[in-house]
């Protein structure tokens, strides 16, 4: 897992994704929902929602620039979150 360090920087990191990579990223590493449960949601399986979240986080770190990190931790005013 990687520390996204400011909401405004996990909303970057996620505008490149699909609705449904958005959606699994929420319920799973947000929410804490497991995949099973969020495949039933979604109507998919759970092997399924595993390559999603595996490719939503992908996308993700391939955004997270060492310049980028930097600048988010200088901001400390904002949240913390884990993904």
Not at 8 to 21: A, I, N, Q, T
Not at 34 to 59: F, H, M, N
């Amino acid at each position: 897992m990687e520390r996204v360090e400011n909401i405004g920087l996990y909303d970057f990191l996620l505008e490149d994704l699909s609705e449904r990579e958005k959606q699994v990223v929420d319920l799973v590493i947000i929410g804490e929902t497991l995949q099973t449960d969020v495949g039933r949601r979604l109507g998919v399986s759970q092997s399924y929602v595993s390559r999603i979240e595996r490719r939503a986080i992908q996308k993700m770190k391939q955004k997270m620039t060492p310049q980028l990190c930097k600048a988010a931790r200088s901001d400390r005013n904002n949240q913390t979150l884990i993904v």
